[in-house]
Each structure stands twice: as structure tokens, then as C-alpha cells.
């Protein structure tokens, strides 16, 4: 595809519910992060991919949240028992390549807008 | 713990002023410093600076990088009410991880 893409676009749910967001990096791209951004925040670093593995998880603020990516291209991002804090805009980005392959741009998914009710 | 901070935090400007954004930062292991343009959901690149002193151009829009210093501009010039959005500034590490500051939230006023 032409960019990266996220489903839903929006999601409403109720507290305590589990929901799942859905990211579809550009093709080829071998890193993936996802991002949390509150209103008025920027965006703040969640976990990033190279590949299938989870390279760096130490954003994640709790053991609510886990995010998979089995086969190194879509990854989902899991969130259980939600809870009303958790609303935010689900920001991902694909980047061609990570690491030891120096810096490189992060292209950005237009993000899923959860509120938790 | 590694921080990076924007100001102003908000900026309004009638069209054709001027405008800078400034970016500091403190971290560990840089890399990269980055700039974004912000306007409904997704960020935009704009610059990706490595090296000090080297300003990178783009039409209207520069940027420039002082590592002694720890911290980057970004300048628009002649602003039109398009660049109206949240300006984000992030940065690498060497881990891969990426550091955003809060935005700078630009109003142009036409």
C-alpha cells in the first residue's frame, strides 16, 4: 500500500472491555512503533518492532497493554480491561529499517481514536 | 531520564511573519533529531538532522542542529494559514526508541 494504515479509525468502548487495534505498515518496512498521544501531548513511545520481536517494550505503562506482530509485517495492539485513562489516539509508524541500519524516517498510520467509556 | 522540550507551546502570527520553533533536548545515546508537522492525525516528516550546524532547507521551512548546545530551530518563513498545525520535535536514540516533545501548537491568522 501507499502508507501505513490503522483499523478502526475510531473505536468507542465501555470500561472494562478488550479491544484491539490494528496497524499495516508499508511494505518492506522492517521496524514498527506504536505510539500513545493524550490531547495536548506529544506522542509518547509504547513498543517498537524489528521484525517479528519486540525490540523494546518499556513503554508500555502496564501489563493491561501487549502488542504482537507474528509474522514482521501487520502487528496488533491489545489492550485489556480498558479503563477510561486509556483514551487516547493509538498512533503507528513503519520505518524501512532500525538499529545498526542507522537513522532512518518513521512514516506514520493515521492513528485509531479510542475512547473508553 | 530523557526529555525534550518545545517552545513556545503555542504561537499565533498573522500570514507572511516569520516564525521559529525552538527544541531542546536532554538524553542519552542520541542519534537523530527529528521534525514534524502535526495537522489532524497523522504526523508528516519534515527534517532529520545528524550533524551540527547544517541547515536543512525546505522551501520555506529550515532547520538547524547545534549538539553542543542540545537543541534545534525550526524556521518558516513568509507562513501562510496552511502551516497552521502542531510542530513536533523528537529524537532518536541509538536504541531506536524515539523521544517527542509536546508540539508547538501554530496559528496563522490570515
Known amino acids: 500500500g501507499a502508507g501505513v494504515s490503522q483499523t478502526p479509525s475510531n473505536k468507542v468502548t465501555e470500561k472494562g472491555k478488550y479491544v484491539e487495534l490494528r496497524c499495516d505498515p508499508i511494505s518492506g518496512h522492517t521496524a514498527l512503533y506504536w505510539y500513545r498521544q493524550s490531547l495536548g501531548q506529544g506522542p509518547e513511545f509504547l513498543i517498537y518492532?524489528?521484525?517479528?520481536?519486540?525490540?523494546?517494550d518499556s513503554g508500555l505503562p502496564n501489563d493491561r497493554f501487549f502488542a504482537v506482530r507474528p509474522e514482521g509485517s501487520v502487528s496488533t495492539l491489545k489492550i485489556q480491561r480498558t479503563e477510561r485513562g486509556d483514551s487516547a489516539v493509538y498512533l503507528c509508524?513503519?520505518?524501512?529499517?532500525?538499529?545498526?541500519?542507522?537513522?532512518?524516517?518513521?512514516?506514520f498510520g493515521p492513528g485509531t481514536r479510542l475512547l473508553v467509556l | 531520564e530523557d526529555k525534550v522540550v518545545q517552545s513556545p507551546l503555542s504561537l499565533v502570527v498573522h500570514e507572511g511573519d516569520t516564525v521559529t520553533l525552538n527544541c531542546s533536548y536532554e538524553?542519552?545515546?542520541?542519534?537523530?533529531l527529528l521534525w514534524y508537522k502535526q495537522e489532524k492525525k497523522a504526523p508528516t516528516f519534515l527534517f532529520m538532522l545528524t550533524s551540527s550546524g547544517i541547515e536543512k532547507k525546505s522551501g520555506r521551512l529550515s532547520s538547524i542542529l547545534d549538539k553542543k548546545e542540545l537543541f534545534s530551530i525550526l524556521n518558516i518563513t513568509a507562513t501562510q494559514t496552511g502551516d497552521s498545525a502542531v510542530y513536533l520535535c523528537?529524537?532518536?536514540?541509538?536504541?531506536?526508541?524515539?523521544?517527542f516533545g509536546k508540539g508547538t501548537r501554530l496559528h496563522i491568522l490570515p
Open positions: 509508524a513503519s520505518s524501512p529499517q532500525g538499529g545498526a541500519g542507522g537513522p532512518a524516517t518513521q512514516y
Open positions: 523528537a529524537v532518536e536514540l541509538l536504541d531506536d526508541k524515539i523521544i
Open positions: 518492532f524489528q521484525g517479528t520481536g519486540a525490540a523494546d
Open positions: 538524553v542519552t545515546n542520541f542519534r537523530s
